[in-house]
């Protein structure tokens, strides 16, 4: 039987914490539950002590007979599932502080980690929940998104916790994938992320806003599925995926090196990286002065074309081997898409709009899949879920 250690923080929806409980009992599993000091405030320890016929946890120094129930019970169970999960215990969580027994355990648990956040619209929303909230993922902690609709405050959009059945589903699908082999276990795949930086002098480059969010997404869901990837990054500010090869490069020239050294032994190539199109002709190695009398300054920087990354690639891929590009358009995507899937001799092109705070450096994404037997559409999601839906067309293809 396997155990999974239930986690209640402090919210209007811990009351559906009890029904969790049930949920999970139904389906075969023994369930522990440990609470905050605020979470016993909307139910009391002594329903979920009646409910799961263990001891409800709530203080860390006061648990007769197990002194240090952060280390056992985080070390026990199969899964520590917290749900609800506050804004305020996910904030902790990813600065990884552990001032209460749920945080405590969080820091000591060895099985994995999952989260059901809940919370007012507004503070679901706010950038520092979303990248708290993106920081857990990348630390392989996984996060049950959250259902939208009327909230308890009377607002209404995304933050509600979902209904008890559909998150003992989500407990379902992780066991049954940890029991079955992972489906992408020995295929390599070659994913190129970030920008590049062409420089102009001793001090200037020319680059775009790309933060890599998106290549580094692709790497931990290949990762995830059990593939062997390697990462050529362009200059990003963002941890490496865990167990991922990481190759940093600067320049276009550099990140064409270094897939042409990996790209042969890749069954899937990726190039999600935004590649500067032009670099300058040269590089001075000194700081150019602005334009004075019989003297040239940035005005008159000449460019040339950077080594095309995807079309080199496409030419050279073998019988059965997947090349996958990206088209970042200000307009007419499918279109400029499509003639780049041709062109590129890529088997899929991610098409997506650009500018005006949308793709660079945003933590979602609305894309364009293309191949030869037509598009997909699909919403404004999560790069992280983004990530597993291109993996998922790869799969089809």
């Given at each position: ?99 209460d027994l749920l945080t405590s355990t969080v820091l000591a648990c060895t099985a ?266 699909l919403p404004l999601m999560a790069k992280t879920r983004l990530a597993d839906a291109i993996l998922d067309k790869i799969e089809q293809i």
């Amino acid at each position: 039987m396997k155990t999974v250690l239930l986690g209640v923080s402090g919210g209007i929806a811990a009351y559906k914490a009890a029904e969790i409980v049930r949920a999970l009992q139904k389906r075969g599993y023994d369930v522990r539950v440990m609470m905050t000091a605020n979470a016993a405030q909307f139910v009391s320890p002594l329903t979920f002590a009646a409910l799961s016929h263990h001891e409800a946890l709530t203080d860390e120094f006061d648990c007769p007979g197990n002194p240090i129930p952060h280390i056992t019970l985080g070390q026990g169970c199969d899964l520590f599932l917290i749900a609800p999960a506050t804004a305020n215990v996910v904030a902790k969580m990813a600065a990884g502080i552990a001032d209460d027994l749920l945080t405590s355990t969080v820091l000591a648990c060895t099985a994995p980690v999952m989260v059901a956040p809940a919370m007012n619209v507004h503070m679901y929303e706010k950038t520092v929940t979303q990248d708290n909230l993106a920081t857990l993922r990348r630390r392989g902690i996984a996060v049950i998104d959250a259902a939208s609709g009327y909230q308890a405050c009377g607002d209404l959009g995304p933050g509600r916790l979902p209904e008890p059945e559909q998150i003992a589903d989500v407990v379902d699908e992780h066991f049954q994938r940890e029991a079955a082999p992972l489906p992408w276990t020995g295929r390599k795949v070659l994913i190129t992320a970030g920008p590049t930086v062409e420089p102009i002098d001793a001090v200037r480059f020319v680059s775009n806003y790309s933060s890599g969010k998106m290549g580094y997404a692709l790497a931990e869901a290949a990762l995830s599925r059990g593939a062997e990837v390697t990462l050529v990054s362009g200059p990003v500010s963002l941890p490496a995926p865990m167990g991922a090869t990481v190759v940093p490069v600067k320049t276009a020239r550099d990140m064409l090196a270094a897939c042409e050294e990996a790209f042969d032994s890749a069954d899937v190539f990726i190039a999600s990286a935004a590649v500067a199109d032009f670099r300058p002709a040269e590089t001075a190695k000194e700081k150019l002065k602005k334009g004075t009398e019989g003297q040239e300054g940035l005005e008159h920087v000449r460019f040339v074309e950077n080594p095309d990354i995807l079309a080199t690639m496409g030419t050279r891929k073998r019988p059965g081997q997947i090349v996958v590009g990206f088209a970042a358009e200000t307009s007419d995507i499918e279109r400029y898409g499509r003639q780049k899937l041709a062109s590129k001799h890529a088997d899929m092109i991610v098409a997506n709009q650009v500018g005006e705070g949308k793709g660079f450096g945003t933590d979602d994404n609305q894309a364009l899949l293309i191949t030869e037997s037509g598009s997909e559409a699909l919403p404004l999601m999560a790069k992280t879920r983004l990530a597993d839906a291109i993996l998922d067309k790869i799969e089809q293809i």
